[in-house]
């Protein structure tokens, strides 16, 4: 095995594997195999819809395939250390362990409404690590030691609440495959971070990148930056809600927007 690996090569195997893990956690029919929790006496528990329980058990189905996937391709696997280090995922390169490349996993819903569009993904922090490339501050390693930034995502169908409320009796495992999965229809990508990133934060008061919700866009890499390149995305983020600017109306605002973040540096709009 040879002692380099790009971080093009890394995504092209990611990209690879993630092709296998719809058939590895569906039904035929696109249901999730996992119905729910189960106890000593036999008794099946369903599972609630709350994305943070549905996303833990997610990356919890889909870890022992990822440790396949690394074994195979001559990586180790870090795991975060602290429950809100990033990333998620260290892959050592084992024939020169001073590559190593982040691997975030990220979960979302398709919007009933509109199933072009997911209700997106958080991308990590643009605080003091992500400004700080050499900071050990919320991360693994310093950012600046990484080879690449990864999402490994996945995006389902929720299943309707009514449904699932009507099936949250107990069940047992001679009628497991009657229940009903809280969610189904599973997609799964894998894109480096700054390529599906939109302009605007992830989540509340939260220091935290977000990304595009068109799915197709988020698949073929077509964020908000894909046009400008990761070091136009880099300086962006490090300097979001930081830099002062005038507004036409001569009021000064903090600089949250791409276009405003293009003026402001003299770069024209594509």
């Known amino acids: 095995m040879k002692d380099r690996i790009t971080k093009k090569e890394f995504l092209e195997l990611l990209k690879k594997f993630v092709q296998s893990l719809s058939s590895y956690v569906s039904t035929a029919d696109g249901q999730w195999t996992i119905k729910g929790f189960i106890d000593i006496y036999k008794n099946i528990y369903t599972i609630s819809a709350d994305t943070k329980i549905v996303s833990k058990i997610l990356e919890l189905h889909i ?4 440790v396949q996937f690394a074994n195979s391709n ?3 696997i870090e795991l975060a250390t602290c429950q809100n280090y990033y990333p998620d ?3 050592v390169y084992k024939n020169n362990p001073k590559i190593i490349f982040a691997v975030d996993l990220k979960t979302s819903y398709r919007n009933p409404k509109n199933r072009k569009l997911c209700n997106g993904f958080t991308l990590g922090s643009h605080g003091e690590y992500f400004r700080n490339r050499s900071s050990s501050k919320n991360i693994q390693h310093p950012y600046a030691d990484y080879a690449g ?8 169908d929720r299943v309707d609440d009514d449904t699932v409320q009507a099936e949250t009796e107990i069940g047992q495992l001679d009628n497991l495959d009657q229940m009903v999965s809280v969610i189904k229809n599973f997609l799964f990508f894998a894109e480096e971070k700054w390529k599906i990133a939109s302009d605007k934060g992830g989540s509340g008061n939260t ?3 977000g990304s595009i919700k068109e799915i197709n866009g988020i698949i073929m890499g077509r964020g908000t930056f894909a046009q400008y390149g990761e070091k136009i995305f880099d300086d962006y983020w490090m300097n979001f809600g930081r830099i002062s600017i005038t507004t036409k109306n001569g009021k000064t ?3 949250t927007s791409l276009e405003e973040y293009l003026n402001y540096r003299g770069i024209k709009k594509l």
């Open 63 to 66: 870890f022992p395939k990822l």
């Open 74 to 76: 001559g990586f180790e």
């Open 89 to 91: 995922l260290t892959f």
């Open 149 to 156: 930034h990864f999402c490994l995502g996945i995006i389902y």
């Open 207 to 209: 220091a935290n990148i």
């Open 253 to 255: 605002k903090k600089l």
